[in-house]
């Protein structure tokens, strides 16, 4: 019914822009470090791709030339190599979180914070028991279709 409308009177100030260049993050180590734990992920997604289009290749029934080609392509070098250098991106970034962990995060028992290093050393040993549990379901065929 009745339209309220602000007027503001118009600035004479230039808002500030600092430049930003495209390679600020190589200018200091620790933004260096940082960029590379997190462009990681790059590595992950594309193994995550890799197996979903595995998972849609097992899951297309009595086919197998689909699930054929999907291991093919993932037997070729590339693939391979792309792998293995996901595979140590993963394990920097696992290694960063689990040094990063005691600091962005206080536990707390009894009042009293617990030690940064039983924090790393909890996460480290999570980290083994839950690697050899896969290993061994993986190698002694446990987990079957």
């Known amino acids: 019914?009745?339209?309220?409308?602000?007027?503001?009177?118009?600035?004479?100030?230039?808002p500030f822009n600092r430049p930003v260049e495209a390679n600020w993050w190589t200018r200091k180590k620790f933004y260096t470090l940082y960029m590379l734990r997190e462009s990681s992920v790059l590595f992950a997604m594309l193994f995550a791709l890799e197996l979903l289009a595995g998972m849609i290749c097992a899951?297309?029934?009595?086919?197998?030339?689909?699930?054929?080609?999907?291991?093919?392509?993932?037997?070729?070098?590339?693939?391979?190599?792309?792998?293995?250098?996901?595979?140590f991106?993963?394990?920097?970034?696992?290694?960063?979180?689990?040094?990063?962990?005691?600091?962005?995060?206080?536990?707390?028992?009894?009042?009293?914070?617990?030690?940064?290093?039983?924090?790393?050393?909890s996460l480290y040993g999570a980290l083994l028991i839950t690697s050899l549990v896969?290993?061994?379901?993986?190698?002694l065929g446990l987990l079957t279709i």
Not at 64 to 86: D, E, Q, R
């Open 1 to 14: 019914m009745f339209e309220v409308t602000k007027k503001e009177a118009p600035s004479k100030r230039k």
């Open 134 to 139: 896969v290993v061994a379901v993986a190698s």
């Open 59 to 87: 899951a297309t029934g009595n086919d197998t030339s689909c699930l054929i080609k999907w291991i093919n392509f993932m037997a070729s070098w590339p693939v391979k190599i792309v792998n293995v250098v996901g595979l």
């Open 89 to 121: 991106a993963v394990l920097y970034h696992t290694y960063t979180w689990f040094n990063l962990m005691p600091k962005a995060q206080r536990l707390m028992v009894k009042g009293e914070p617990l030690p940064g290093s039983f924090v790393k050393i």
